[in-house]
């Protein structure tokens, strides 16, 4: 599969600040996606990335607060914006193939933490 | 709308003996796709296995297969000689053939005894 790596791996930030995570894989791929876990819970897709076009957004998640930039094939960022306590979570990129199509593949992670 | 049931909040198995995950799903979609994902405590998300719904026959990679019934709408996860490295939640999850997005189940937690 490809190699997916994230950026920061976690970190702690004050409310009110805001957090780009950067998403980047090892070879050229159409579909990027973000999802938040909450603590205790399953993964909930936030968006849809995919390059040349505006990110599609799920129910429930705004691009105000979660603004997200697809520059290329290979990398993607997520900003988490104006934090609050709520957004505490491990949000995760993932990446549709290239190892075989229609699969998705998660990169490792950014653990945030805010106070 | 697509939903993922995972039935067993927790699970235990000891070492070296078969354990089954239970999931069920609900759709009214003929082209889709089924996987298990593994999150040991690194919480990296690793796919274990997938199941394509137009194929009847029951994927398997190593030590896991799964039991893909469709008209029942459940895929279940057998793990065969357990082993101490299978500790972590398994996430069943479905995705929409070309819609690219998972639904994914509560997840089970996993936990092998030595």
């Known amino acids: 599969s490809a190699v997916i790596s994230q950026k920061p791996s976690r970190d702690i930030c004050q409310r009110g600040t805001s957090l780009t995570i950067q998403c980047q894989v090892d070879s050229q791929v159409t579909m990027m996606f973000w999802y938040r876990q909450q603590p205790g819970q399953s993964l909930t897709l936030i968006a849809t990335?995919?390059?040349?076009?505006?990110?599609?957004?799920e129910s429930g998640f705004v691009i105000d607060k979660f603004p997200i930039s697809r520059p290329n094939l290979t990398f993607s960022t997520l900003t988490v914006s104006n934090m609050s306590p709520e957004d505490s979570s491990i949000y995760l990129c993932?990446?549709?193939?290239?190892?075989?199509?229609?699969?998705?593949?998660f990169g490792p992670g950014t653990r945030l933490l805010v106070l | 709308a697509q939903t993922v049931t995972q039935s067993q909040p927790e699970m235990s198995v000891q070492e070296a003996e078969t354990v089954t995950l239970s999931c069920t799903y609900d759709t009214s979609e003929n082209n889709y796709y089924l996987f298990w994902y593994k999150q040991p405590p690194s919480r990296q998300m690793i796919l274990v296995i997938r199941q394509e719904a137009y194929k009847q026959q029951n994927a398997t990679e190593n030590r896991f297969s799964v039991n893909f019934q469709k008209a029942a709408k459940s895929f279940s996860l057998k793990i065969s000689d357990s082993q101490l490295g299978d500790t972590a939640m398994y996430f069943c999850?479905?995705?929409?053939?070309?819609?690219?997005?998972?639904?994914f189940g509560k997840g089970t937690k996993l936990s092998v005894k030595p």
């Open positions: 993932s990446v549709d193939g290239p190892l075989e199509w229609e699969t998705q593949y």
């Open positions: 999850a479905f995705m929409r053939g070309s819609q690219g997005n998972l639904i």
């Open positions: 990335a995919n390059q040349g076009s505006e990110a599609t957004y």
